[in-house]
């Protein structure tokens, strides 16, 4: 299809059936055709044919990439705003609406595994804005999908119930550890390892553009092309020295390290000296470390076995 992802570009109906049929064929690109067959009449009754088309057809698509679309697409008439399309069809569904720009035109393209559909409604004679028509917008989904269903509600009638071929599963991979690199060489590592950084700069004293913490942590499985966003210091932060909670309560130590800027993380452990039951063991970063306004400590306050 001759047009770019925002649809800018003219295409014909004629034009989103075959591509949607491309999906719907595991990939396969046949050429659309008007005439299959032409019969000529024979003397002495029936017919021979004269003349079949033969199909012209290549693999335009990687076959789990059409099974990847097709699996998105069901989403659209399942869930999304292709719902009208659904209605009584008894099979599996997929399909995209459209609506233009000032409601001049819509449409629905979608498909079964078997058969292939697009509706366009609009004005041949130009574009003319729709949105006042039945009293309220309409949209692709609203006016395009319900005269698609109509149509391949009787179009697939008695053929068999087919399934789609599932998508393939994502390949996935470990992310990589990159807190304490500089920000290009942290993106570059995660590129390297298939997954895409997503850069958020934070106030911290530590160096510009160094990266501070990443999420999701290092060593984690992930499918890959997904997204690990980085905290990358702008080097504008404000110095707090961390004071030290080790032995106090756990209330008094959270408000102590509150009222210095920073965020109280607490986490439980088991000690067997009831002395430290309900009191701070151990802290991390240690007291007196000089760490960004607003940075966690996490405190470890003691509690009795169970």
């Not at 109280?264 to 007196?288: K, M, S």
């Amino acid at each position: 299809v001759p047009s770019i992802t925002l649809g800018v570009e003219e295409v014909s109906t004629l034009d989103m059936a075959s591509a949607y049929a491309t999906l719907a064929n595991d990939g396969i690109h046949c050429e659309p055709f008007a005439i299959a067959r032409i019969l000529q009449p024979k003397d002495g009754g029936g017919y021979r044919t004269i003349y079949r088309h033969r199909p012209r057809c290549e693999q335009a698509i990687d076959p789990d990439i059409a099974h990847l679309v097709t699996a998105m697409l069901q989403r659209v008439v399942c869930c999304g705003t292709g719902t009208a399309a659904d209605d009584g069809m008894g099979r599996p569904v997929a399909g995209k609406t459209g609506t233009a720009q000032d409601y001049t035109n819509v449409s629905f393209a979608g498909y079964t595994p078997q058969v292939a559909t697009a509706v366009w409604v609009g004005f041949p004679s130009g574009q003319i804005p729709m949105n006042t028509y039945y009293g309220t917008s309409v949209y692709g989904g609203t006016l395009a999908a319900p005269i698609w269903n109509a149509f391949m509600v009787k179009a697939t009638a008695g053929m068999p119930v087919e399934g789609f071929e599932p998508p393939p599963k994502p390949e996935t991979g470990e992310v990589p550890d990159v807190v304490g690199l500089r920000s290009a060489e942290a993106q570059a590592v995660l590129v390297e390892a298939n997954f895409t950084p997503i850069v958020e700069k934070v106030d911290s004293i530590e160096p510009v553009n160094t990266v501070l913490a990443q999420t999701p942590e290092a060593g984690t499985t992930l499918p890959l092309g997904s997204g690990v966003t980085l905290q990358v210091s702008n080097g504008k932060g404000e110095p707090v020295t961390v004071p030290r909670v080790v032995g106090m309560g756990k209330v008094l130590a959270v408000r102590t390290l509150e009222q210095s800027g920073l965020v109280a993380e607490v986490v439980f452990v088991e000690v067997t000296d009831p002395e430290q039951v309900g009191r701070v063991v151990a802290q991390v970063p240690i007291g007196n470390k000089v760490v960004s306004k607003g940075s966690t400590v996490t405190i470890s306050v003691g509690v009795a076995p169970a």
